[in-house]
């Protein structure tokens, strides 16, 4: 079965520090892949995608993250956070087969990242 | 331009009665997807809708929910009978034809009592 696993449920840092955010996947098939912001009673907002193309993307807010086929993972990076940065982020898979529910998106739990003064 | 809209965005109801839920999604995107997120099981997909195409309800947890989407626009999810396990966060995202990413509404934060 398909899953996502974001293995860092809480990261805490300090402000102007770089941050990893990890996510990895399990799929047999071909995905896309994203992240996923979510600001306090907010909706969820996207930070990036991976489709096709160059494994680096970069997204807004200064975010990037990495495709690593080999390792199935899609690690989110930013080199200096801000207070602003604090909220949940979702790694979420959408599979590219042409069965069952192909057009939706697998979610991992999110991960709560907490930018100290 | 607008994004995908929620109503209400909070329902305070009694176990046992119906509730429904609505979502208005960007204009001309043709894919509509309604989410559950809870505290305990994180965020779930629901029902999908596609264009004219029959509705994939494979992620229903149960024959009391339901959802219809008229006109291929405007989206309503029901749920009848409501259980306190059906309290959640409701979200709706849309996408365009052939688009990856998926544009989430604000959520509708359903209370059973």
């Known amino acids: 079965a398909q899953s996502v696993t974001q293995l860092d449920s809480q990261v805490p840092v300090f402000e102007e520090a770089p941050v990893e955010l990890r996510c990895n996947y399990s799929?047999?098939?071909?995905?896309?892949l994203f992240w996923y912001v979510q600001y306090p009673n907010q909706g969820l907002q996207l930070l990036l995608k991976?489709?096709?193309?160059?494994?680096l993307v970069k997204g807004i807010n200064g975010f990037e993250a990495e495709f690593n086929k080999s390792q199935t993972s899609f690690h989110l990076r930013k080199p200096s956070v801000h207070i602003s940065d604090t909220a949940e982020y979702f790694c979420?898979?959408?599979?590219?087969?042409?069965?069952?529910?192909?057009?939706?998106?697998?979610f991992g739990k999110g991960t709560k990242l907490s930018v100290k003064p | 331009g607008a994004g995908v809209s929620q109503s209400p965005s909070n329902k305070v109801t009694e176990k046992g009665k119906d509730v429904e839920l609505r979502c208005d999604p960007i204009?001309?995107?043709?894919?509509l997807y309604w989410y559950r997120q809870s505290l305990g099981q994180g965020l779930e997909f629901l029902i999908y809708?596609?264009?004219?195409?029959?509705?994939?309800k494979s992620g229903l947890p149960s024959d009391r929910f339901s959802a219809e989407r008229t006109g291929g626009s405007v989206s309503t999810l029901t749920i009848q009978r409501t259980q306190q396990e059906d309290s959640a966060v409701y979200l709706c995202?849309?996408?365009?034809?052939?688009?990856?990413?998926?544009?989430f509404g604000p959520g509708t934060r359903l209370t059973v009592t």
């Open positions: 995202a849309s996408s365009p034809q052939g688009a990856g990413e998926q544009y």
């Open positions: 799929s047999s098939v071909s995905v896309y």
């Open positions: 991976y489709l096709s193309g160059s494994t």
């Open positions: 979420a898979v959408r599979l590219l087969n042409y069965g069952g529910s192909q057009g939706n998106l697998i």
């Open positions: 204009s001309g995107h043709t894919a």
């Open positions: 809708f596609q264009g004219n195409s029959a509705p994939d």
